[in-house]
């Protein structure tokens, strides 16, 4: 089986502060994880080491195959769709949707390389298939966030990933806009040629059932891992908050958490 990726006692220091752990995770091919945290528990700094942003203060990190500090890492993110509220305050939000999608294929900002009209037909064809027909031509500023979110994902799966990271991708939806993307996220966990999907998020109702696997971590450290209906227990929830918590399982097999 293939592996997607693996930290091998991870840590990570800045300054006096240590953000993670000694960290010890593998994701294999076929295994869609889901990392669950608070604010502060170090979920950002995990992802950035993920896409080459970050690298390991100790411990070895691989990606992909590729074993930092013996990789290339523009080649490697070339590989790894990346869908993050942060990415939307670097793009050039005057540029039309079609090219910021096909902008996913050279994992740039903006475009500076030469490309085809086959290139920008496919860059349509996948803002069509994720349900964004009526967002050809519009500029990137005039979108509701729900769009803009849509026209990341697309850009994300332009360079046909190996691995989709979607960080905290719900962040500044209503209800219906989230349900919307969420969907829009089942269904490339259905495609043929998926890439291995990686969600952060706050809240447990966003972890799809796609999300086979589950993460916790807090104050950098990893709580608890592994299969998911072993992981999404009130037991195991309510040690990972250190507070007493009720769950409340709504349509899907999506599990609610509030405090009791």
Request: glycine share 8%.
């Amino acid at each position: 089986m293939e592996r997607i990726l693996r930290f091998d006692d991870v840590s990570v220091t800045r300054g006096k502060k240590k953000i993670l752990h000694h960290i010890n995770w593998q994701v294999n091919q076929n295994e869609n994880w889901a990392i669950l945290g608070l604010n502060g528990a170090g979920k950002t700094t995990m992802l950035k080491m993920i896409h080459g942003d970050l690298w390991p203060t100790t411990g070895q990190l691989e990606v992909l195959g590729g074993v930092f500090g013996h990789t290339n890492i523009p080649e490697l993110k070339t590989k790894i769709g990346w869908v993050s509220n942060a990415l939307q305050d670097q793009l050039h939000t005057g540029d039309p949707v079609d090219l910021i999608v096909l902008s996913g294929k050279f994992a740039s900002i903006g475009i500076y390389q030469e490309f085809s009209q086959s290139e920008l037909d496919e860059a349509r064809q996948i803002l069509i298939d994720m349900g964004g027909q009526k967002l050809l031509g519009k500029k990137y500023a005039v979108l509701s966030q729900g769009e803009r979110q849509l026209v990341l994902i697309a850009r994300a799966m332009m360079a046909h990933p190996k691995l989709l990271i979607l960080d905290e991708p719900c962040n500044g939806l209503d209800l219906f806009a989230r349900e919307e993307l969420l969907s829009r996220v089942a269904r490339i966990a259905e495609m043929p040629n998926r890439p291995a999907l990686l969600l952060v998020s706050h809240y447990t109702e966003e972890l799809l059932p796609c999300f086979n696997h589950v993460l916790l971590l807090r104050s950098g450290q990893v709580i608890k891992k592994g299969a998911r209906k072993q992981v999404l227990t009130a037991d195991s929830l309510s040690d990972f908050y250190e507070k007493p918590i009720q769950t409340v399982t709504i349509d899907g097999n999506r599990l609610a958490v509030y405090p009791k």
